[in-house]
């Protein structure tokens, strides 16, 4: 059956059976379903329908689903139905994000010309996706780098902050997290924007030109120099120069580097000339420079002039509640860029990618998703990384900790957010915090929430 449908969710059968009978003389395909909890089992980043539910129902409640849904995907239209005429609920639903609020007694019609609507919007928001994935481009930061942790909210915020300024910029972190998305975005948010980006990569420079390649040269400057020719930072001017792996930067050009730096002027080799260079610079690092700088291989100065304002990108284990929903963002994205149908991930699956190691980062989690849409079998040392298999109810219990892990880390450590999020009690949440060894001290009191 097509994801283009609506889900209908309702208690009363009689009410469900008669909604549907009357959408679908409006030409509306309608599951039904007696629970929220039925819902969310079909609900995914790649679902192309809407959700009508009741708002008071036992178990799960309306306003439970809509937050449940929008952890999925922010952008599912959610339509909420009630019998109480309850102002205050109503506007608290359209305040988290309800796509529209209707009171019992409506007409078919009415509930119809919403859904229909809803469903013209959802399929432009899959459409606009579609097409950002196979153009490889974003529409915001939080798009390009995913992820509910504070680890990655905080990650934003920096990054944003910095965006807005002016100032070079150091990027650390291990292999694969992301650095150069990262610079990327930096750039993209910045008043250089409509400028270049130009990527150097100082680990992959030839020795013997490397000084030529940055800073270009006049003609006769070397054997073989026989017209002038522009270095990479004079055709980054006006926009941005990402100096990835900064750390492989020969020791004696760093010298020279930390003059660019300082003075924003570059000479080229043959030349006396002083060459006015407007650019901003971003390096990344893989290794701890200051550990670089203790060993000898790196210039203190340097170090100081380049981490006034320094992003720290965290590794997939220092995030482990995000690898879920990268997995399936990156399978949506390979499915788009290889013109493959969307891919429904298996809840077996998910799980084991969230309980393996990851050293190679989003790197590596970006191939097993282009092997997953590909119908490629896992590498040998992948099917080795598997974890030993273990009991259902081992299973049961490291997913629940990963949730509430999540849960506390998404709202700073505030309570009330969480076990009302979850849909339990403020005394079940302690005791399940208790349980998987959850820190307390992470957790704030529910005053220090503000709704």
């Given at each position: ?20 009978q ?5 030409g ?13 089992e ?6 192309s ?5 009741d708002?008071?129902?036992p ?14 995907d ?50 432009l ?9 196979v ?16 680890a ?26 992301g ?7 930096l ?59 900064i ?5 004696d ?12 002027v ?19 690092s ?14 203190a ?28 963002q ?19 699956l998910i799980?084991?990618i969230?309980?393996r ?24 040392d ?17 997913f ?17 957010p ?33 709704v």
């Amino acid at each position: 059956m097509s994801d283009a449908r609506v889900l209908l969710v309702d208690d009363e059968e009689e009410m469900r059976r008669s909604t549907a009978q009357a959408l679908g003389l409006f030409g509306l395909d309608v599951d039904t379903h007696a629970s929220a909890e039925d819902v969310l089992e079909l609900i995914g980043y790649s679902f192309s329908g809407v959700v009508i539910s009741d708002i008071r129902m036992p178990g799960m409640d309306g306003m439970t689903l809509l937050q449940r849904i929008r952890e999925v995907d922010a952008e599912i239209p959610v339509i909420l139905v009630t019998g109480h005429g309850d102002v205050q609920l109503a506007v608290k639903a359209m305040r988290e994000g309800v796509y529209d609020f209707l009171e019992k007694p409506f007409t078919a019609q009415h509930l119809a010309a919403i859904a229909r609507r809803a469903l013209d919007r959802r399929s432009l928001v899959l459409e606009n996706r579609r097409l950002r994935a196979v153009a490889g481009k974003r529409d915001d930061i939080e798009a390009r780098l995913p992820g509910r942790t504070q680890a990655m909210v905080d990650l934003r915020y920096r990054l944003r902050a910095i965006g807005a300024t002016d100032a070079d910029t150091l990027i650390i972190g291990e292999t694969g997290v992301g650095k150069e998305v990262v610079a990327r975005a930096l750039h993209d948010i910045s008043a250089r924007a409509d400028r270049p980006l130009i990527a150097i990569n100082c680990a992959a420079l030839p020795e013997n030109l490397i000084e030529s390649e940055l800073f270009g040269h006049e003609a006769g400057a070397f054997p073989g120099a026989l017209r002038p020719r522009y270095g990479k930072f004079e055709h980054g001017r006006g926009g941005t120069i990402l100096l990835d792996e900064i750390g492989s930067l020969p020791f004696d050009l760093q010298a020279k580097f930390l003059r660019v730096l300082q003075e924003r002027v570059i000479t080229r080799l043959g030349s006396n000339e002083i060459v006015p260079l407007d650019v901003r610079f971003v390096a990344t690092s893989k290794v701890n420079l200051e550990a670089e700088v203790a060993a000898g291989r790196f210039r203190a100065d340097l170090l100081y002039r380049l981490n006034v304002a320094t992003l720290h990108v965290p590794s997939l284990a220092q995030r482990k509640a995000d690898i879920p929903l990268l997995f399936l963002q990156l399978v949506r994205e390979a499915a788009a860029r290889y013109v493959r149908n969307d891919i429904d991930v298996p809840p077996s699956l998910i799980t084991e990618i969230a309980e393996r190691a990851w050293p190679g980062n989003v790197r590596e989690l970006r191939n097993a998703a282009d092997r997953l849409v590909l119908g490629l079998d896992l590498k040998p040392d992948e099917a080795e990384a598997r974890p030993e298999k273990q009991r259902l109810a081992d299973k049961v219990a490291d997913f629940e900790r990963g949730i509430i892990a999540s849960a506390l880390a998404a709202h700073g450590g505030a309570l009330r957010p969480v076990y009302e999020l979850l849909g339990i009690s403020r005394k079940t949440l302690y005791e399940k915090m208790q349980k998987y060894g959850l820190d307390k001290k992470l957790s704030v009191a529910d005053d220090d929430y503000a709704v």
